[in-house]
T-cell receptor, first 110, second 114 residues
Framework: QKEVEQNSGPLSVPEGAIASLNCTYS??????FFWYRQYSGKSPELIMF????GDKEDGRFTAQLNKASQYVSLLIRDSQPSDSATYLC??????????FGAGTRLFVKA | SQTIHQWPATLVQPVGSPLSLECTVE??????LYWYRQAAGRGLQLLFY??????ISSEVPQNLSASRPQDRQFILSSKKLLLSDSGFYLC?????????????FGQGTRLTVV
């Protein structure tokens, strides 16, 4: 059973701080990794994807991937109240299937 | 540009009643199509995916079924709903099997079985 694990949270950070979200996966053959943001009652939307070891930056967001440790993370710098949402880690395990974690709820306090 | 339509947005159905949720994609050809379910406070569970007309792969054995009668149409059905079928159902599409295959989601259907 291929799995993607996330801490359910909630993770609470003050406005302007760095929020760090973590994810581990079980399938060593996984090649593509995604972070989706989901506001309450809404559908997920893609924030970032990463497929190479190391860091990938896009504005306030940085995705980090360590395939040896089967670990992927998302850093949100200068967190804003509008960043409050559930963040879903997703792993492309091949064969047209993407497995999602249960998500981490993030609260950014103004 | 590509768009995905999913309806209805909300649905309340009695136990034992049938179900039909429809999803259509515009602006692309031969997309991969997916049905996910999200229970309250839980992650997305992949139910079905399809890589072409009439080709359906089931991930979770249950009383649900899916069909793809046209290239950009994906239907989720049940003959008799159970209480445990309640949840947020999401249709999604993607292209190809290459890396960086982003999935685009519909607005979702919140199903409550009573």
């Amino acid at each position: 059973q291929k799995e993607v694990e996330q801490n359910s949270g909630p993770l609470s950070v003050p406005e302007g701080a760095i929020a760090s979200l973590n994810c581990t996966y079980s399938d060593q053959g996984s090649q593509s990794f995604f972070w989706y943001r989901q506001y309450s009652g809404k559908s997920p939307e893609l924030i970032m994807f990463i497929y190479s070891n190391g860091d990938k930056e896009d504005g306030r967001f940085t995705a980090q991937l360590n395939k040896a440790s089967q670990y992927v993370s998302l850093l949100i710098r200068d967190s804003q109240p509008s960043d409050s949402a559930t963040y879903l880690c997703a792993v492309d395990t091949g064969g047209f299937k993407t497995i999602f974690g249960a998500g981490t709820r993030l609260f950014v306090k103004a | 540009s590509q768009t995905i339509h999913q309806w209805p947005a909300t649905l309340v159905q009695p136990v034992g009643s049938p179900l039909s949720l429809e999803c259509t994609v515009e602006g692309t050809s031969n997309p991969n199509l997916y049905w996910y379910r999200q229970a309250a406070g839980r992650g997305l569970q992949l139910l079905f995916y399809s890589v072409g007309i009439g080709q359906i792969s089931s991930e979770v054995p249950q009383n649900l079924s899916a069909s793809r009668p046209q290239d950009r149409q994906f239907i989720l059905s049940s003959k008799k709903l159970l209480l445990s079928d309640s949840g947020f159902y999401l249709c999604a599409w993607s292209l190809g099997e290459a890396m960086n295959t982003e999935a685009f989601f519909g607005q979702g259907t919140r199903l409550t079985v009573v």
